[in-house]
C-alpha cells in the first residue's frame, strides 16, 4: 500500500530494468577487460541477466502500451459522450429548425402567391412604362440628332472663327511688328530730330556770332568812315580859312609852322588809326573768346535750313502714320477680345446644352 502510494508498477519496473542494466554494462566491461579465457558462470548468468533483462523491459513496453491504450479508450469514451450529448443538442436544434422551415415555407409559398400577382401587375406597368419610354427615348433621340447637327454647325462656325482669330492674331502680330518698326523709326526720328535741333542752335549760334561780327566790321567801317570824314572836313576848313585868310589879306602861315601841323595831324591820324585797329583787334578777340569761335570758315545756315524743315515733314508725317497704325491696333485689339469673348460664350453654351441634354438620357 505504501509501495503503490510511492511509487507505480511501471516505475519499479523500469528502477529493476535500469538497475539490471547497469550490472550487465559492468560485466561487459570487465569481460571485454580480460584478454580471453573459458567462459565463467559468471558469463552465463550475465547471458541470461541480459535475457531476463529484455523480457523485463518488453513487459514493462507492453505495461506502457497497455496503459496508454486504457487512457486512450477512456478519452475515445469522454468524446463519444460528448459526441452523443452534441448530436442531441444537434437533433433537437434540428427538429426545430426544421419546424422554422415549414413555417417560413408556408409563409414563402403565401409570398410567392402575392408576388406572382405583384409580378404581373408590375409587368405589366413596366411594359406601359418601357413603351412610353420608348416613344419618349425616340422623340428624344429626334431632338439630340437635331440639336447634333445644329452643334455640328456651330463647331463649324466656330471652326470658321478661329481660323479668322488665327488670321486676326497673325494680323496682330504683324501690327506689334510694324509698332515695333514704328518705335524705332520714331526713336530714330526723334534722334534726326534732336541732331537737327542741334544742328539749328549751332547754326543759330554761327548765324549769330556771324551777324555779331558783321556789325562790329559795319561800326568800324562807320567808325573809319567817320574818321575819314572829319579829316576832309579838317582839310576843307584848313582850305576855306586858308582862302579866307587870302581875301582878308592876312598873311599866310608859316610852311614850316604849316609841315609841323600837317605832321602833327598824320600823328594823330596814325594814332587815331593804330586805335581804330587795336580796338577792332579787341572786339575780334572778345567776340571770339565770347562765342568759342575756332572754325575759319563760317556754316551754311540755308542748307541748315533747309534741312530743318525737311526733317519737320518727315516727322509730322511719321507721327500721322502712326496714330493712324495705333487707332487700327486699337480697333483690331478690341474686335479680337470681341471675337474670344464671343467665342468662349457659344462654346461654354454649346457645352451646357449637351450636358444638359445627355445627362437625363443617361440617368434613365
Not at 472663327?161 to 492674331?169: F, Q, S, T, V
Not at 494680323?171 to 542741334?198: F, G, H, N, P, Y
Not at 533747309?306 to 516727322?315: G, M, V
Request: hydrophobic share 35%; net charge negative; aromatic share 4%.
Amino acid at each position: 500500500m505504501a509501495n503503490n502510494l510511492t511509487y507505480s508498477e511501471s516505475e519499479v519496473q523500469g528502477l529493476k530494468a535500469q538497475e539490471a542494466k547497469d550490472y550487465c554494462v559492468e560485466l561487459m566491461r570487465q569481460l571485454t577487460a580480460r584478454e580471453g579465457g573459458p567462459i565463467s558462470p559468471g558469463e552465463v548468468q550475465l547471458q541470461e541477466l541480459q535475457y531476463e533483462l529484455q523480457l523485463k523491459e518488453a513487459e514493462a513496453e507492453d505495461c506502457r502500451q497497455r496503459e496508454l491504450h486504457l487512457e486512450r479508450m477512456k478519452e475515445f469514451e469522454l468524446e463519444i459522450e460528448r459526441e452523443k450529448a452534441e448530436w442531441a443538442k444537434a437533433n433537437k436544434f434540428a427538429d426545430e429548425r426544421r419546424q422554422q422551415y415549414a413555417k417560413v415555407i408556408g409563409q414563402v409559398s403565401e409570398s410567392q402567391e402575392k408576388l406572382s400577382v405583384q409580378l404581373d401587375r408590375a409587368t405589366r406597368e413596366h411594359n406601359v412604362k418601357l413603351q412610353m419610354m420608348q416613344a419618349e427615348h425616340e422623340a428624344r433621340r429626334d431632338e439630340l440628332q437635331a440639336e447634333l447637327e445644329e452643334l455640328t454647325q456651330q463647331r463649324d462656325a466656330l471652326i470658321e472663327e478661329i481660323g479668322k482669330l488665327a488670321d486676326l492674331n497673325s494680323a496682330a502680330e504683324d501690327v506689334d511688328r510694324l509698332r515695333t518698326e514704328i518705335e524705332e523709326s520714331r526713336i530714330a526720328a526723334a534722334r534726326q530730330q534732336k541732331q537737327l535741333d542741334d544742328d539749328i542752335e549751332v547754326a543759330a549760334f554761327e548765324k549769330e556770332k556771324e551777324l555779331k561780327r558783321i556789325r562790329r566790321e559795319q561800326d568800324l567801317e562807320l567808325a573809319e568812315l567817320d574818321a575819314s570824314h572829319r579829316k576832309q572836313m579838317l582839310d576843307a576848313n584848313i582850305e576855306a580859312l586858308d582862302a579866307m585868310l587870302k581875301n582878308l589879306g592876312l598873311a599866310k602861315v608859316d610852311p614850316a609852322e604849316l609841315e609841323s601841323l600837317h605832321q602833327q595831324a598824320a600823328e594823330h591820324r596814325a594814332l587815331a588809326e593804330q586805335e581804330v585797329q587795336s580796338i577792332r583787334r579787341a572786339a575780334v578777340d572778345e567776340f571770339k573768346q565770347q562765342f568759342n569761335v575756332n572754325a575759319s570758315e563760317p556754316m551754311d545756315v540755308t542748307d541748315l535750313f533747309y534741312r530743318e524743315k525737311a526733317l519737320q515733314e518727315d516727322n509730322q508725317a511719321n507721327l500721322k502714320q502712326i496714330q493712324k497704325l495705333e487707332a487700327e491696333i486699337a480697333r483690331m485689339r478690341t474686335h479680337i477680345e470681341s471675337e474670344s469673348s464671343r467665342v468662349a460664350q457659344a462654346i461654354e453654351a454649346a457645352r451646357t446644352n449637351i450636358q444638359n441634354n445627355i445627362e437625363p438620357g443617361v440617368k434613365r
